[in-house]
């Protein structure tokens, strides 16, 4: 009986020790791809290096190997060939200055304002709701509809909305919105003003866009207009151009800066709500009223040598892609009115495919600028593979994140943040600043971009060397991208942005659905 009981016991212990060691991790494929990538990238990023340190160990042994008299010979023969020592200098002084004459300028980043508007025009997701009915025009089921769209919106309770639009009832009017809009753009250049120190008469170059609010004067005669600026400035305002275009304008400023030396280029972002809130009940047009909030953004640029040691960015690239030869595309954000004659922008249920297909050329075009050499062999042997030899396989996706440390996608809607967030397999920390932005602010259209960078900043993440990626989306249809490399450790103490005084607050759990108290 005790030879039995101990079998049994060596048994069950032979059982665990067998259970124990199936649990065990397969080491082999437990090893992580992503280190096994990353050395690989290094590998070949360094190549170079590894090549250019045996060959320079040749020409150090061969150059220890000359002696006093050789160099006293080849003196010697130079003296004999001073035609052509002279032509041979005055060729390398002639090609030094060329290429010191051509050169692209150096387009720094300042800084740069966001506006925070004042609490008291603060709409949370009730009071919208609220005003939307009061304003009695909303069929029961489009009341429904937009409160659906608000629960899933990725919105929080402090957004803002322009004051003729919270009173009761609305004054949508063209002196309200010319309100707004001095209200945001002058607020925003004030603080960017004062934080940079330079004065309104010294700005040569203006540059403002505006989709959806185009009076005469112009917003950029407004601007124009109230800081005096002088005659000879440059101004330009973009209309039309959708939430992309604060990139279009980032890129026309740096042009701009090519051309006219040691100037100081102001850009002015923003987008206008008073006039162009929906009043009416078609759907596709409803969607915009619940994810559009007021904000706005001020950038100054300059070229000037003396400003790159207290300049925050240098911009080092801009892709432009427009979509618009293709009428699904052209079509998709459409500004028109409906059946019963109110104005309002409609949104496609082709967004996102046209969206991602603008993205597709977008970072085709920005790749080859930005990628390591280990992720453009990758790519191109995929291709090759697909494309020649036919072979059944995914195509290989850039890993962007060793091209970036910083991303800033423009905080449109939550759908477009997620499908970014797969597609280029980013973590939460990289779309923290777009899902904070959209949850704190709204979409601010073309600002938006600014609020997220202002968060990065907050949170002190930006390092000296830090590369930055700006992505915007825009009717036309558009995508732009604009790549920031970091000038200096950005500390947030010494910060004036929207973000500080509740930093601390962020990041919050958005949940997918945040339901609405019915009033």
């Given at each position: 009986?005790?030879?039995?009981?101990?079998?049994?016991?060596?048994?069950?212990?032979?059982?665990?020790?067998?259970?124990?060691?199936?649990?065990?991790?397969?080491?082999?494929?437990?090893?992580?791809?992503?280190?096994?990538?990353l050395?690989?990238?290094?590998?070949?990023?360094?190549?170079?290096?590894?090549?250019?340190?045996?060959?320079?160990?040749?020409?150090?042994?061969?150059?220890?190997?000359?002696?006093?008299?050789?160099?006293?010979?080849?003196?010697?023969?130079?003296?004999?060939?001073?035609?052509?020592?002279?032509?041979?200098?005055?060729?390398?002084?002639?090609?030094?200055?060329?290429?010191?004459?051509?050169?692209?300028?150096?387009?720094?980043?300042?800084?740069?304002?966001?506006?925070?508007?004042?609490?008291?025009?603060?709409?949370?997701?009730?009071?919208?709701?609220?005003?939307?009915?009061?304003?009695?025009?909303?069929?029961?089921?489009?009341?429904?509809?937009?409160?659906?769209?608000?629960?899933?919106?990725?919105?929080?309770?402090?957004?803002?909305?322009?004051?003729?639009?919270?009173?009761?009832?609305?004054?949508?009017?063209?002196?309200?919105?010319?309100?707004?809009?001095?209200?945001?753009?002058?607020?925003?250049?004030?603080?960017?003003?004062?934080?940079?120190?330079?004065?309104?008469k010294d700005?040569?170059?203006?540059?403002?866009?505006?989709?959806?609010?185009?009076?005469?004067?112009?917003?950029?005669?407004?601007?124009?207009?109230?800081?005096?600026?002088?005659?000879?400035?440059?101004?330009?305002?973009?209309?039309?151009?959708?939430?992309?275009?604060?990139?279009?304008?980032?890129?026309?400023?740096?042009?701009?800066?090519?051309?006219?030396?040691?100037?100081?280029?102001?850009?002015v972002?923003?987008?206008?709500?008073?006039?162009?809130w929906?009043?009416?009940?078609?759907?596709?047009?409803?969607?915009?009223?619940?994810?559009?909030?007021?904000?706005?953004?001020?950038?100054?640029?300059?070229?000037?040598?003396?400003?790159?040691?207290?300049s925050?960015?240098?911009?080092?690239?801009?892709?432009?892609?427009?979509k618009?030869?293709?009428?699904?595309?052209?079509?998709?954000?459409?500004?028109?009115?409906?059946?019963?004659?109110?104005?309002?922008?409609?949104?496609?249920?082709?967004?996102?495919?046209?969206?991602?297909?603008?993205?597709?050329?977008?970072?085709?075009?920005?790749?080859?600028?930005?990628?390591p050499?280990?992720?453009?062999?990758?790519?191109?042997?995929?291709?090759?593979?697909?494309k020649?030899?036919?072979?059944?396989?995914k195509?290989?996706?850039p890993?962007?994140?060793?091209?970036?440390?910083?991303?800033?996608?423009?905080?449109?809607?939550?759908?477009?943040?997620?499908?970014?967030?797969?597609?280029?397999?980013?973590?939460?920390?990289?779309?923290?600043?777009?899902?904070?932005?959209?949850?704190?602010?709204?979409?601010?259209?073309?600002?938006?971009?600014?609020?997220?960078?202002?968060?990065?900043?907050?949170?002190?993440?930006?390092?000296?060397?830090?590369?930055?990626?700006?992505?915007?989306?825009?009717?036309?249809?558009?995508?732009?991208?604009?790549?920031?490399?970091?000038?200096?450790?950005?500390?947030?103490?010494?910060?004036?942005?929207?973000?500080?005084?509740?930093?601390?607050?962020?990041?919050?759990?958005?949940?997918?659905?945040?339901?609405?108290?019915?009033?």
């Amino acid at each position: 009986m005790g030879d039995e009981n101990k079998k049994n016991s060596v048994g069950s212990e032979t059982a665990r020790i067998s259970v124990e060691i199936n649990n065990l991790p397969n080491f082999l494929q437990s090893i992580r791809l992503k280190y096994v990538k990353l050395g690989y990238h290094y590998l070949i990023s360094n190549a170079m290096y590894l090549f250019l340190v045996p060959v320079l160990g040749v020409l150090c042994v061969h150059v220890m190997t000359i002696s006093v008299e050789d160099l006293i010979q080849l003196l010697d023969k130079l003296k004999f060939n001073l035609i052509t020592v002279i032509l041979c200098s005055a060729v390398v002084v002639f090609l030094g200055t060329l290429y010191f004459m051509t050169r692209p300028r150096k387009v720094y980043l300042v800084d740069f304002s966001c506006y925070k508007p004042k609490p008291d025009v603060m709409c949370s997701k009730e009071t919208f709701m609220e005003r939307s009915k009061q304003a009695r025009i909303f069929t029961e089921e489009n009341l429904a509809f937009q409160k659906k769209i608000l629960e899933r919106s990725g919105l929080g309770q402090k957004t803002y909305f322009p004051e003729a639009l919270l009173r009761v009832p609305a004054e949508p009017n063209m002196a309200e919105a010319r309100k707004e809009a001095e209200m945001v753009m002058f607020g925003a250049i004030d603080e960017l003003l004062a934080k940079t120190r330079v004065k309104a008469k010294d700005i040569g170059i203006l540059v403002v866009n505006c989709s959806l609010f185009n009076p005469t004067p112009s917003l950029s005669a407004m601007i124009v207009n109230h800081y005096k600026l002088r005659g000879n400035v440059m101004s330009y305002n973009l209309g039309g151009m959708g939430c992309s275009a604060g990139l279009i304008s980032i890129d026309l400023a740096k042009q701009l800066l090519q051309v006219n030396p040691n100037s100081y280029a102001l850009v002015v972002s923003t987008e206008n709500i008073t006039l162009n809130w929906y009043f009416g009940n078609n759907r596709s047009m409803l969607v915009s009223n619940c994810i559009f909030r007021m904000g706005g953004a001020a950038i100054l640029l300059s070229n000037r040598s003396t400003d790159g040691r207290r300049s925050k960015y240098q911009l080092i690239h801009t892709v432009r892609t427009h979509k618009g030869a293709d009428d699904r595309s052209y079509g998709c954000v459409f500004q028109e009115e409906d059946e019963k004659k109110e104005i309002g922008v409609a949104l496609s249920k082709d967004l996102m495919a046209v969206a991602g297909e603008a993205l597709k050329t977008n970072i085709t075009t920005l790749g080859p600028l930005v990628l390591p050499m280990s992720e453009q062999l990758l790519f191109f042997m995929t291709l090759v593979a697909r494309k020649i030899f036919k072979m059944k396989i995914k195509p290989y996706i850039p890993d962007f994140k060793l091209a970036f440390e910083h991303f800033c996608i423009h905080a449109g809607g939550r759908a477009v943040l997620d499908e970014l967030e797969k597609n280029l397999e980013l973590s939460q920390w990289h779309m923290e600043p777009s899902r904070m932005t959209l949850y704190r602010f709204g979409n601010t259209s073309s600002s938006s971009l600014w609020y997220e960078l202002a968060y990065t900043e907050a949170k002190g993440r930006i390092k000296k060397g830090d590369r930055t990626w700006q992505i915007a989306f825009g009717s036309g249809f558009k995508c732009n991208s604009a790549v920031w490399r970091a000038l200096k450790t950005i500390n947030p103490v010494k910060e004036k942005n929207p973000w500080m005084d509740e930093v601390h607050e962020f990041p919050v759990e958005v949940p997918r659905i945040v339901t609405i108290n019915d009033s």
